[in-house]
Structures are given as structure tokens and as C-alpha cells.
């Protein structure tokens, strides 16, 4: 069960300023689809895609496996954040570094960088690979433009039809440039549901796609969800109000952070959830993240003494997933005498509690949300916490958490440079 505390933010504002009522409204509407907004097909992914869905998946994954040694995953925003996170939280930070039977994974397609497109293909090196290209329009031009790259580079080594075999696609039903591409190529492909947005898809084919092909348990991350569903509404309502409470009070910036550096993409996942879902209509908290200890090092003087415009949410796990001890070094002289013997973990805790304490005295209200673990159950339960809870904030604040009308105005002056339609 995901639990929230809130109770050091009596201190910054007036208990009645949180509108606990209106977010547990919110969040029951949501629930019963009684919003009256498009985009709300997320909330029913957790059961849709348990059963036959996700087995249709799993073959596929076992067919990338058997055929390839690389996955190269090309999408951008809500088409990889998801994927990578689960990855990296539940597998490893350096999961292409670990001996497996799974391929090595490489998301690219999210830059226009001439720099990662030549690492990875360098990589890859002669090595068999397939190509997931994961665009619900098939229009967007960083993945656009890698997918040319990469299929060429397919084609080149197994022939036209080699490499049809080995491009998989995950688009709209039934429009789009990419829908209509693999349509006419015959790619093997999977839908995301036209009501669910790129950054709510973590748990459509675009998600769970490149999940199972890291090895990674995707029914467990479905029932993780659909518990959620039932047990986390009243926290997610309890967070998304009491960020609303702040935001009014002058707390423009939230500041996710966690002390587990596997965790970094799922604060990526977060920030474009949030940022995509609330900034419009010239509002919204602006939502950055930050890795603890690391970054105490670094952003940590602005958070203590900087403007007070900020709040913090830590993310914590009661349960890690590997036990380390700082061995004994009798008179080695570097004064960690008093922490010999203990566990890794616990000085973790101890520098959580630490700083919370510390960010609190210098007048940042922390926020705090505990997950059991680092499991694939957990991680679905957290994909649905923070689901609803962007949706219930956004919805307070009187904004559609499903749309994203500004993010196209670059995307119109970058192709009137470039000739583009």
C-alpha cells in the first residue's frame, strides 16, 4: 500500500486551506467516469490489459529475445519514460551491463543528438537487433528521423524482408503516418488505446511492451495497478490537495527526490506526468527531481537557504532490495568507527530523516510517499498513485490533466525551419 504523510505541512499552512473534500470527490469521479473529459483510458488499462492482452505481449517479447541480441526502443516523452523506469527501478541502472537472457535495451528517438545515435549504433556493433518504434502519431521528429537510421541499418544486414520481421510498432488504432506505415509494411504492431495519453500509457503496450523484454514480471505490475485502484484513491486525493494548498500559499515548485538512484526515470516519468498534465492557462507547479544523497551535494544549498518558493516530496521504499554492511576497519583512521557493522540501508534512512528535518528548519515543506519496495507490484501501485493524483491536482486547479496543447508550438516552428509539414 503506498502511504502518504503530510503532517509537517501544518507548519506552512492552515489545516482547513487543504481541500481534502474536493480532491476525494475528484478522485471518485475519476474512478466512476464521471469527469466528462476525454483521456481518462488509463484508469481502465490495469484490468484490460490483464489476461490474453498481456500474454499476446509476453509471446512477442519472447520472440524478440529468441531473435535479437539488442532491442532498440525508439519513441520520445510518454513512448519511453514509462518503459525505462520500470527498467531501471526493477531491473538495474545498468541493466545492459548485467548477464541475462533478455537483450540489451537501447531507448533513443527522444533527441536530436547526432552523438547518441552513433554511440548506440557503435553498441550495437554486428550484433542481430530489432527495432520497437513506439509513436502514437508517427509524426514526431525525433523518433521519426532515428527510425530511418535504425531501419536502414535493419535492412542493410537482414534484407527487406529480414527486416520487416524485426520492426515492431505500437500506434494508434487507426490513424496516423505510422499507423498507416505499418499497415503497408506489415510490422508486427500493438494499439495504445485512443483515450490514453503518452504520458498515461506506462501501462498499454508502450509500457509493458519493452517491460517483458527486460524480464520483468508485467502481471505482477497489472495487479500491483488494479489494487491500487481500489486502496490508493484517498491518498492520491490527499497528496494532489495538499500541493494544491501549497501552490496557493506561494510554493510554486515541487521538487520530487529519492534516495534510490534507480528510481532517477521514474522522477523523469513524473516530471513530464505532472509538467504535461498541470502547466497550462499560465499555471501549474513546476516539478523538477533531484537523486538523494547525490544531489545534496549539489542543488542542496539552494533547497536549504534558497528562495522559498519550493516544496519537496520525498519518494521512499520500507524495503530495499540487497543488504550491504560497512565492514569493521579498526584503527584505519577515517572515523566511521561508529557505523562499522550497520547496513547500507540504514544509513540511507538515517540521511532521509536527516535531511527532511533539515530542509523543514529552513522552511521547505516535505511531503512524504512510501512505497513496501522495489517490486514489480509496487511499481504498478505507484503508476497508478501518481496517475491519480496528477488528475485530481490538475483538475483542482481548474486545468484538462489529458491535453497538452502547448508542446506543439515548437514542434510548428522547428518544421517551418526545417520545410516539414
Known sequence: MIKVDLSVISGFIPEDAVCLKEGRDIAKALREGEVGLDGTGWLRLPEEMNGE????????????????????????????????????LLRSPYYNSLRKQSPDIFFCGNSLSAAQISQIIALIGTRPFSILYISKSGSTLEPSVAFRVFKALLTAKFGDDGAKSRIYTITDAKSGRLRAITEREGYTSFEIPADVGGRYSVLS????????C?????????????????????????????????????????????????????????????????????????????????DLHSLGQYVQEGERTLMETFVLFEKGVAQVLVPPAPDFGDGLDPVSGKFFSALNEAAAQATKSAHIEGGVPVMTITAPDMSPYSFGALV?????????????????????????????NLFS???LS
Not at 503496450?205 to 517483458?212: E, H
Not at 500541493?243 to 538512484?261: D, H, M, N, V
Open 214 to 294: 527486460a524480464g520483468i514480471d508485467a502481471e505482477e505490475i497489472l495487479r500491483g495497478a488494479r489494487d491500487a485502484l481500489n486502496t490508493a484513491g484517498d491518498a492520491a486525493a490527499r497528496y494532489a490537495a495538499a500541493r494544491q494548498a501549497l501552490y496557493k500559499k506561494g510554493y510554486k515548485i515541487e521538487l520530487l527526490a529519492s534516495f534510490e538512484p534507480s528510481f532517477r526515470y521514474t522522477g523523469e516519468w513524473w516530471k513530464q506526468l505532472f509538467g504535461e498534465s498541470e502547466g497550462k492557462n499560465g499555471r501549474g507547479i513546476f516539478p523538477a527531481y533531484a537523486d538523494y544523497t547525490a
Open 384 to 412: 497508478i498513485f501518481f496517475e491519480l493524483a496528477c488528475a485530481v491536482s490538475a483538475l483542482m486547479m481548474k486545468v484538462n490533466p489529458f491535453n497538452q496543447p502547448g508542446v506543439e508550438a515548437y514542434k510548428k
Open 417 to 419: 525551419r526545417l520545410g
Open 53 to 88: 492482452p498481456v500474454a499476446r505481449l509476453r509471446d512477442t517479447a519472447m520472440r524478440i529475445s529468441g531473435e535479437s541480441e539488442v532491442l532498440v526502443v525508439i519513441g520520445t516523452g510518454g513512448s519511453y519514460l514509462g518503459a525505462r523506469a520500470a527498467i531501471e
Open 205 to 212: 503496450p508502450a509500457g509493458l511492451l519493452p517491460i517483458l
